[in-house]
């Protein structure tokens, strides 16, 4: 059973829906295309994470996007 978890940060707008539905439809049929799981099996899991609680480079990615980075 395949599972995926996509992190995306939380912004001022958020991916919609659509978007969402679209994510999880793809990376769905990416995994039966290349591994040949049956989509029936595949759990997909978007979780979007507040910038604060993000980090990269030792800094969140709220302090990232101040400095310009």
Do not use: F, H, W
Request: hydrophobic content about 35%.
């Amino acid at each position: 059973m395949p599972y995926v978890n996509i992190k995306l940060t939380r912004e001022q707008a958020p991916i919609s829906r659509e978007q969402k539905a679209e994510l999880i439809a793809g990376v769905t049929e990416l995994l039966v295309k290349v591994v040949g799981r049956g989509p029936g099996t595949t759990v997909v899991v978007i979780d979007e994470v507040d910038t604060d609680n993000y980090g990269v480079g030792g800094a969140t990615i709220t302090e990232r996007r101040q400095q310009g980075k």
